[in-house]
């Protein structure tokens, strides 16, 4: 799978996620500070992530800032991406089953090396639900 990643800095996780995506056979692009040729700041990285996804440059994306916050409402703006900020692995779970989220983003500051393993594990394992309740809450969403 292709895998987008944007990261406003170096710092916590940042660049693990790449390595272990690697390291479980995808395909990575690399925004903001894992990329030297472009702006780092979190806005601008998270953008780029988001747009590899939503024009189809990249199946899933993961954007990392040091809380997530300002890298979930960055990917966010970008029309068809469901981005979520996942501390744990039942909220990635839920976010891949529930929201069909197609954007994981993670904080720098709290996500340790055993919870990002976790959390990716619960991603990938994750898939959306075909309960009617829950497509059509993912459908709605897409119309807001």
């Known amino acids: 799978m292709r895998i987008s990643v944007a990261a406003d800095s170096?710092?916590?996780?940042?660049?693990?996620?790449?390595?272990?995506?690697?390291?479980?056979g995808h395909d990575v692009v690399?925004?903001?500070?894992?990329?030297?040729?472009?702006?780092?700041?979190?806005?601008w990285a998270c953008e780029l992530t988001a747009r590899d996804v939503a024009e189809g440059r990249a199946e899933q994306g993961v954007v990392c800032c040091w809380t997530g916050t300002g890298a979930s409402i960055a990917a966010?703006?970008?029309?068809?991406?469901?981005?979520a900020l996942c501390v744990d692995a039942y909220t990635a779970d839920g976010a891949r089953?529930?929201?069909?989220?197609?954007?994981?983003a993670l904080s720098l500051r709290l996500t340790s090396d055993v919870v990002?393993?976790?959390?990716?594990?619960a991603w990938f394992a994750g898939r959306?639900?075909?309960?009617p309740a829950d497509q059509a809450?993912?459908?709605?969403?897409?119309?807001?």
């Open 30 to 43: 690399t925004h903001g500070a894992l990329n030297d040729d472009e702006r780092d700041d979190w806005a």
């Open 97 to 104: 089953k529930w929201n069909d989220a197609n954007v994981l």
């Open 128 to 131: 959306p639900s075909d309960d």
């Open 76 to 83: 966010n703006k970008v029309p068809g991406v469901r981005a």
């Open 137 to 144: 809450n993912i459908t709605h969403v897409g119309r807001i």
């Open 10 to 24: 170096k710092d916590g996780v940042a660049e693990r996620v790449v390595a272990e995506l690697r390291g479980r």
């Open 116 to 121: 990002l393993d976790e959390i990716l594990d």
